[in-house]
């Protein structure tokens, strides 16, 4: 699959991460090669709180609306499946890779009110069981896997973040998330772990691009940064607006 191989180039990944049609045609007209979309910037955009609030029927709804507006590979963020049940999510994985989809970024946290790391063991059978059941449906698709134990600020986080690859890469996936990590020595040590292509996201205090390179990073993400930047200098602009009583600051910088 080429959106795999693209993973294993001398320079990492830049994914753009895009939440409707429109988003995705922009990313593809500044020559990005690859689309993923960030389920929290959807959610927003839907009038969610991000975890799973939204239906998997609306996220396939933006989906086909994306695919449908470029030629480029597109990776979906399912959150955590949409389905504590492994069949079910295999079910959800099937259709989206019907549909001409290339990867899926799939979660160790739920969120019931806060936030929190599922079981490591419930995980990693879970994860097994979808796996195992794409195995068999033929199913070629980048299984990314996100770790959220730099999200949540897990005890011992490096030597846990460690644990949870190790327990994860025996389903026969593709890639790990490890978003928020960002000291180098930490990704280093991510990156000498495993032999799965290694996905870091967009923060402050990430290094730059030619660093994460030599770092050997993977693939990087943006997650719904761009998003929300875009969402506040909306909220900006119209308390200009309001302030102005004119329409001049939707013309003028």
Same mark, same amino acid.
């Given at each position: 699959m080429k959106f795999k191989q693209l993973h294993h180039n001398n320079t990492p990944l830049l994914i753009c991460?895009?939440?409707?049609?429109?988003?995705?045609?922009?990313?593809?007209?500044?020559?990005f090669k690859a689309l993923g979309t960030s389920s929290a910037a959807i959610a927003q955009m839907l009038g969610y709180e991000d975890g799973e609030q939204m239906s998997f029927d609306e996220l396939l709804y933006i989906v086909k609306r994306i695919l %449908?507006?470029?030629? =480029?590979?597109? *990776?979906?963020?399912?959150?955590?499946?949409?389905?504590?049940?492994?069949?079910?999510?295999?079910?959800f994985i099937k259709t989206l890779s019907e549909l001409g989809v290339v990867g899926i970024n799939i979660e160790d946290s739920l969120v019931n009110k806060t936030r929190k790391l599922i079981n490591i063991d419930a995980f990693a059978d879970y994860l097994n069981a979808v796996t195992e059941q794409l195995a068999k449906d033929n199913v070629d698709i980048f299984i990314n896997v996100?770790?959220?134990?730099?999200?949540?600020? %897990?005890?011992?986080? =490096?030597?846990? *973040?460690?644990e949870r690859i190790k327990r994860y890469e025996t389903a026969n996936i593709d890639g790990v998330f490890v978003p928020c990590i960002t000291n180098e020595s930490d990704i280093t040590a991510v990156v000498n772990s495993t032999e799965l292509a290694v996905n870091v996201m967009c923060m402050p205090e990430l290094p730059n691009f030619e660093a994460l390179k030599e770092l050997k990073v993977n693939r990087i993400s943006m997650g719904n940064f761009l998003f929300d930047n875009l969402a506040a200098n909306l909220e900006n602009k119209i308390t200009d607006v309001l302030e102005s009583k004119s329409f001049d600051p939707v013309f003028n910088n």
């Open positions: 991460n895009v939440w409707d049609a429109n988003s995705a045609k922009i990313a593809q007209k500044s020559n %449908a507006s470029t030629t =480029l590979p597109l *990776t979906v963020d399912i959150e955590s499946g949409y389905s504590r049940d492994p069949l079910v999510t295999a079910g996100r770790t959220d134990t730099f999200i949540l600020g %897990a005890d011992n986080v =490096l030597e846990q *973040t460690i």
